[in-house]
């Protein structure tokens, strides 16, 4: 166990709906990286927030949005959902931001959209 | 761009064998070099990290090398088990980024 729990596990939305899933750090880990991840492939990064303030985005478009709480927890809000957002999203903390030697990860929420 | 590859995309081999899993990236600007374990649906598990000055790491059954200069690591497991089955994932935390760019993965089958 990592110390990283992500809510909900599973998850079933239509398309256009939107989605909220969250994500609890390790104990006195400040950084929190969220991370898709479709069928076959390797984790994709989408964003990574570092002491409450977005510190990185990859390629994904505005309606993939989060948030960090001052307790370091974190959401994942993505808005007009579509079919090909169905995918692993996993959580990722940390201590620091920036070269951080080891990334521990969450079990991700499996999001379906039908 | 940084972008990480691994071969081969699945093996499978019986129980014993001693086996190597292949990583290579293309930008040698790297923090680290981390491995991963995934079961199916599940999340991540970090075996082995390897910073950019060291040249292997070991845990039991496992050691990972890598040559920054080369752009490669491996993955070597002992004598495998059933129990290794699993997709094994490769990650290298790059300057340009600090953010973890993955390969796709070796999908592991062990069989008794």
């Known amino acids: 166990e990592t110390g990283v729990t992500q809510s909900p596990t599973h998850l079933i939305k239509t398309r256009g709906q939107q989605v909220t899933l969250r994500c609890s750090s390790q104990?006195?880990?400040?950084?929190v990286s969220w991370y898709q991840q479709a069928l076959g492939q390797g984790p994709q990064f989408i964003f990574q927030?570092?002491?409450?303030?977005?510190?990185g985005r990859g390629n994904f478009p505005p309606r993939f949005s989060g948030l960090q709480f001052p307790n370091y927890s974190s959401e994942l809000n993505v808005n007009a959902l579509e079919l090909d957002d169905s995918a692993l999203y996993l959580c990722a903390s940390s201590l620091g931001a920036g070269p951080e030697p080891e990334a521990f990860f969450g079990q991700g929420t499996r999001l379906t959209v039908v | 761009k940084q972008e990480v590859t691994q071969i081969p995309a699945a093996l499978s081999v019986p129980e014993g064998e001693n086996l190597v899993l292949n990583c290579s990236f293309t930008?040698?600007?790297?923090?680290?070099l981390q491995w991963f374990r995934q079961d199916p649906g599940k999340g991540l598990t970090s075996l082995l990290l390897?910073?950019?000055?060291?040249r292997e790491q070991t845990s039991g059954r496992l050691n990972a090398s890598l040559d920054k200069s080369s752009g490669r690591s491996t993955l070597y497991i002992a004598a495998s088990q059933p129990g290794d089955s699993a997709t094994y994932l490769c990650?290298?935390?790059?300057?340009?980024?600090?953010?973890?760019?993955f390969g796709t993965g070796t999908r592991l089958q062990v069989f008794p």
């Open positions: 927030y570092y002491r409450e303030e977005e510190n």
């Open positions: 930008d040698s600007a790297i923090y680290n």
């Open positions: 104990s006195g880990h400040n950084t």
């Open positions: 990650a290298a935390l790059s300057y340009n980024t600090d953010k973890l760019i």
């Open positions: 390897i910073q950019s000055s060291q």
